[in-house]
């Protein structure tokens, strides 16, 4: 096989990758989205063990050995990837995510690491001959940057697990003086090292580039509130994204390269699209300053307990069924009671009864982009019912009931009515706009931003307490 070849079959398994990920952008087409990725996959993989069998025949040696490991790594990989995408519940989906750029940090860094050792393997250098000052750039920043995605997206991991007693797993946020003052030192000593291995092709510089990345990560991370979760999750896709393209510079890999670039800099614009929805300073994000607020706001959430109007299933199902127009928001309490098939039946029966029924998608709603829209996808409910913020926003004045199911600080009006408030600023679903408004939640526990909520003591609000499945299937036996 000709290297014309090889790059034009890389060509197009790059343009399957962009044609994935416009048919991603909209759930309408996002299987053709997921079989253009899958196609695009294929021909990379299958290009490179042909490639690496025609290296090794080349070489004098003997190709079947070597693409056996490879093929081995595939196998292994494949398998636990398949295993665990299968058994994966939709509410631990965003810990598999973080999960995935973990791995493909850790890869960026272990195939860095080996470059180092023996350039000669990856055809940067003749054997013994010294790697080129351009490369050692590359190895240099693709190391730091895959440390970084590491460390990082392990303790994202364990905040939206959300079940380890270890401090830096925990929701809350991990703050302390001087914190940004230390990554901005770390990142200095961090670029320092990057130039000495430049300059010397320094073992010991490589490997504290590796620590301070790896150190970098966790300190980036730890000061984030469950509430910038979704930015975190999106800016870390984008961290795994330029990783691999860096290491794609040092191999003259091209396929690596675009298809790293490609999930740098979608994860990029994701990240500065969450950062618009949640009223975040995107340099902000970059820079590892989240967490502040929450931290403010988990001080400003503790509040006396104030009264609050209540009722039953029973009570909302009426308001439900009598109502012309009727607004859902989901949100990530819904995801933990997997109520989304019984909302499903819920909408059916409203819209048999003539209920012009719509869901309302908040950008950053759950624990990681789209997440609702998953779960709503889950349950097969019609694209063309489901809209995000600015589309249904301008509805909810004209609203008869908006039935709010886990959600809390994307439909707080706190937002909107205190300046003062940690989350001003922030976009919300205008859900107080409408006549009526329902609210389930297990207790009148703050949400992830530490917040108490207005919306829930308005005279025009009922609070429906207790489990979102048990509450709507409640419901749907109410409902006549």
Known sequence: MSMNVVVLLYLVASVCFIQALKGLSHPTTSLRGNVFGMSGMAIAVLTTAALIWELA????????????????????????????????????????????????????????????????????????????????VELALGVLIGAITFSGSVIAFGKLSGKYKFRLFRGAPVVFPGQHKLNLLLGLAALFFCFGFWHSQSWLDFLLVTAIGLLLGVLLIIPIGGADMPVVVSMLNSYSGWAAAGIGFSLNNPMLIIAGSLVGSSGAILSYIMCKAMNRSFFNVILGGFGGEAAGAAAAGEQAQRSVRSGSPEDAAFLLANAESVVIVP???????????????????????????????????????????????????????????????????????????????????????????????????????????IVNKRSMAAGYAGLDNELFYLDKTMMVFGDAKKVVEDMVKAVE
Do not use: C
């Not at 080996?114 to 054997?127: D, L, R």
């Not at 199911?405 to 003062?420: R, S, T």
């Open 57 to 136: 025949a080349a070489a004098a040696q003997n190709p079947a050995a070597g693409l056996g490991w490879v093929l081995l790594g595939l196998l292994a990989g494949g398998s636990v990837g398949a295993v665990m995408a299968r058994r994966v519940e939709m509410t631990k989906m965003p810990e598999l995510v973080a999960f995935m750029h973990s791995m493909i940090g850790l890869a960026a860094v272990f195939i860095a690491l080996a470059a180092v050792a023996e350039p000669w393997a990856f055809g940067i250098t003749p054997e013994g001959g010294p790697i080129p000052g351009g490369n050692r």
């Open 331 to 437: 949100g990530y309490g819904l995801a933990v009671a997997r109520a989304q098939h019984a909302l499903k039946e819920l909408s059916t029966k409203l819209a048999a009864k003539g209920v012009d029924v719509k869901y309302a998608i908040h950008p950053v709603a759950g624990r990681m982009p789209g997440h609702m829209n998953v779960l709503l996808a889950e349950a097969e409910v019609p694209y063309d019912q489901v809209f995000e913020m600015e589309d249904v926003n301008p509805e909810f004045g004209q609203t008869d009931v908006v039935l709010v199911l886990g959600a809390n600080d994307v439909v707080n009006p706190a937002a909107k009515n205190d300046p003062k408030s940690p989350i001003a600023g922030m976009p919300i679903l205008e859900a107080y706009k409408a006549r009526t408004v």
